[in-house]
């Protein structure tokens, strides 16, 4: 590991405290090491010399083939693949981690279904309700608790959860199975080294290997330009955090207000707020000025600070998460997850159905996220400019920004070295006959990181870190991490004030003042911060904006409503060493290849150009794109299906050689994002029918592709498909050897898959993920139907802009970058003028 790697991207760190009592950890130890149990190779008949033909099985009908093929074996000792079988969950210390885990990372009232759930384990009647029949012994006591029963009993316990009709045992099982198997793969000692990797074939990139090393000697581009407050309210006694926030401010550049009735003279009277303890205090708060403040520093908010600055204003931008600078970055993955990402990696919706991932760091998404670079779809243009009547989206102001965008980011389409798993996909789509296109991306051709969702270490994916946030800050722009906005500030017009500008144009009811934001010290210190703003920028993504807006007092019935999320679902496949491509899965550049799906003119996905003259009348039909996702073994281990103990460490023996394709789905069905009582943010999101119809079509498509490509076996992450064995033929012509099964075995195998679509019972066993948020505050031309009008600022408070995906009319149905940073470019035009004007047009 680079000696300087940031502390936090490091391994070693201990696990977070958590409630659990003693029995409650007994039974979590017993269900952590039914997933990954101790494996005796001698016993089961499972030794690598004693491998049989395709398709022989073991004990427990398991597979002992799985070895064959997997050529990086042949690298390990014997003694340390007994090593990786014999290890269970207890011996790597899964079980004080999983607890700490899910005491830092879920929600009170989840906490409390679990410790309700380990109470019941840990006894013998609560066991026998949780389980029924399966928890039974054979022999007098007839009840035993759940850490008393056999592996073989625990597993049949946990399957019967996962394949319940109750979604909350479904619920249960996905928690437990998903932490469980995402610890041991990922959690990494003080050396940044995991004792499975070497079974699995797994590494992850050295300091002095080429997605490593830097382009350029400073790879710290925003270095002296960011004011990290955690440490700032750290650095003082705790009664002395605001004074010690204040001197920071201040040797920093930014406007400091001294005292309260300065402060009340530039935000002005936000009584109505109060109730929040709003009330300022200058012994003990702190109160910044400026004229525009950014909340969020990714795609949205990056670009909105850049125009911003370059116009001479001064500008400041929040950011609740920290900066990491190319050096700091580790590249693994459980520390990166926990730092990088909105609450570690880990947010679902209300229903556990779906799982929510979105950049929590300084850049945003655009530091994390996998280099595409598609250009708002034309179809997508003539729906928002025509059925949303908004005309930027047919202007060429709109395709002037695009374009704009792309000569920032250098976006090209081309990769000098396509991987692994990009070249299955272009493979099998070439012999079926299936379109396949590049993808364009904010990189060079020959930028190959496989690791760029940890961050990009060699700086060559042109994050808003190194883009348009290095543009802000050389025009004087401040950024301002580790301070979580709360709250924006905003009050009422003075109707006498106004009545002479009220005549000449419409008036919106109140106005915006800048934000409150909290800041805790990482040494459990706190402060409270105040920025006073002419113009309000919440840029803090479609899961984020419209909590903030709604904890402001907004009223608007459309903040939080149409919230898309591009669901995705994924296929995998296996391929022996010798067969199909060359590579691994974690190694080369991430995204290079796509393919469409369910479009019925050609014309739909074209997302080389801005213009709409060519599109049909067919642009409502359900669209999808293929393409290939990067899973690192602990996100590979919390998404694969799991059948045993041992079945599970033989597939993550093939790991390295296991391809996926994604589905992603342009969602025609929407969510909401709400507050509950508690006033705790949810998320709700009914995967609607039409969507599910064209999810598996997409599904269906990425089978017959990896099928095509060469694959040995095939299958999903549904709970319960166990996959499809591809018996060869001699190779055929100069592809893949030809599969005798791809006629009656296969179309049985996709007719069962589809029936997952169609049943509403089996639907959720579908497991779903989203990286992509959108609409859940979108733009229109009446606050009647939207949050936010043309310009992107509030129907109700003058002054206070949206600039992120949130303001989508609907899905874009691809990778949204670059619309966000378009449409953001158009609203700062927008911020510019009213700035200037002190007024909305």
Not at 819 to 839: D, E, M, N, P, W
Request: charged share 20%; hydrophobic share 35%.
């Amino acid at each position: 590991m680079s000696p300087g790697v940031h502390p936090l991207l490091k391994g070693g760190r201990p696990p977070h405290s958590h409630g659990f009592s003693q029995q409650q950890m007994e039974a979590l130890a017993a269900v952590c090491d039914t997933f990954v149990p101790s494996v005796d190779l001698t016993t089961r008949g499972n030794q690598l010399a004693t491998a049989g033909p395709l398709g022989s099985c073991g004990e427990n009908g398991d597979h002992v083939d799985d070895y064959a093929g997997v050529e990086h074996l042949a690298k390990v000792s014997h003694d340390q693949i007994d090593a990786f079988y014999r290890l269970s969950a207890s011996d790597a210390g899964v079980p004080l981690e999983v607890a700490g885990l899910m005491y830092e990372i879920m929600k009170p009232k989840v906490v409390g279904l679990l410790n309700l759930v380990l109470w019941l384990l840990s006894t013998s009647f609560g066991t026998f309700l949780l389980s029924g029949r399966n928890g039974l012994g054979s022999t007098f006591p007839w009840f035993h608790k759940f850490s008393a029963l056999s592996q073989e009993r625990r597993e049949r316990i946990l399957i019967s959860w996962a394949q319940s009709s109750l979604s909350i045992f479904q619920a249960v099982y996905k928690v437990f199975k998903g932490l469980t198997q995402f610890v041991f793969y990922s959690k990494v000692d003080a050396n940044g080294w995991n004792p499975t990797w070497s079974a699995i074939g797994y590494h992850p990139p050295d300091a002095e290997s080429s997605e490593s090393l830097p382009l350029e000697p400073t790879a710290r581009p925003l270095d002296n330009k960011v004011l990290n407050l955690r440490s700032a309210v750290a650095a003082g006694n705790r009664p002395d955090a605001s004074q010690s926030l204040r001197s920071a401010l201040s040797n920093f550049g930014c406007s400091v207000l001294d005292n309260s009735h300065e402060f009340l003279e530039k935000i002005g009277n936000f009584s109505d707020q109060k109730q929040h303890n709003l009330t300022y205090n200058s012994a003990t708060d702190v109160a910044i000025e400026c004229d525009a403040v950014v909340v969020g520093s990714g795609a949205g908010g990056g670009v909105a600070a850049a125009v911003l600055a370059k116009a001479g204003y001064k500008v400041v931008v929040l950011e609740k998460g920290q900066y990491f600078a190319r050096q700091d970055l580790s590249l693994l993955e459980s520390p990166s997850l926990r730092e990088m990402y909105e609450n570690g990696g880990s947010i679902a919706t209300s229903d556990g159905r779906l799982s929510l991932i979105a950049g929590a760091t300084l850049g945003g998404g655009t530091a994390v996220n996998w280099s595409a670079s598609f250009h708002t779809p034309p179809h997508v243009l003539r729906e928002w400019s025509e059925e949303h009547e908004l005309s930027l989206f047919a202007s060429d102001e709109y395709a002037q920004a695009m374009e704009t965008m792309c000569k920032r980011l250098s976006v090209q389409p081309n990769c000098n070295k396509e991987n692994f798993q990009n070249s299955v996909l272009r493979e099998g789509c070439t012999k079926l006959g299936y379109e396949v296109d590049n993808i364009p991306r904010n990189a060079a051709a020959d930028h190959h990181c496989g690791h760029c969702s940890l961050g990009c270490r060699n700086g060559g994916k042109q994050a808003t870190t190194e883009t348009w946030l290095v543009d802000a800050t050389s025009h004087g722009a401040v950024i301002l991490t580790g301070c979580k906005a709360e709250m924006v500030l905003h009050e009422s017009y003075n109707v006498e004030s106004s009545a002479a500008s009220s005549k000449k144009r419409k008036m919106k009811p109140r106005k915006a003042k800048g934000v409150f934001a909290k800041i805790d010290g990482s040494n459990g210190a706190t402060a409270r911060l105040f920025i006073s703003a002419k113009a309000t920028v919440v840029a803090c993504g479609s899961l984020s904006t419209p909590s903030l807006l709604l904890r402001s007092g907004l009223k608007n019935s459309n903040i939080g409503k149409h919230l898309h999320l591009h669901p995705v679902t994924m296929a995998w496949s296996y391929f022996p060493q010798s067969t199909g491509p060359n590579g691994t899965n974690f190694e080369g550049t991430i995204m290079s290849s796509y393919s469409k799906v369910v479009s019925n003119n050609h014309h739909e996905y074209d997302t080389t150009t801005a213009t709409n003259k060519s599109l049909s009348q067919s642009a409502d039909h359900g669209t999808a794109l293929l393409e290939v996702p990067i899973l690192y073994p602990g996100m590979f281990a919390g998404r694969l299906s799991w059948r045993s103990g041992s079945e599970f460490k033989n597939r993550m023996c093939r790991y390295s050689r296991t391809a996926h394709i994604l589905v992603l789905t342009r969602d025609k069905g929407s969510g909401t994002v709400r507050l509950d009582k508690d006033g705790e943010v949810e998320y709700d999101y009914p995967f609607a029918k039409q969507d599910a119809i064209t999810m598996a079509e997409g599904l269906e498509k990425a089978l017959r592709v990896l099928i095509a490509a060469g694959a040995v076996e095939v299958g999903t992450h549904i709970v319960g498909d166990e996959g499809l064995r591809i018996i060869r033929t001699a190779a055929t012509g100069g592809g893949a050897a030809a599969a005798s099964s791809e006629d009656d075995d296969v179309e049985e195998y996709l007719k069962r898959i589809r029936a997952y679509f169609t049943d509403p019972r089996r639907l959720p066993r579908v497991p779903l993920d989203s990286a992509h948020q959108m609409g859940s505050c979108r733009m229109g031309i009446d606050p009647m139907t939207s949050a936010v009008d043309p310009q992107g600022e509030t129907w109700e408070v003058e002054g206070l802009f949206v600039a992120d995906a949130s303001v989508f009319p609907s899905a874009t149905g691809v990778n949204p970058m670059v619309s966000v940073q378009s449409i953001a470019y158009c609203t700062a035009q927008s911020l510019v003028r009213f700035i200037k004007y002190g007024h909305s047009e």
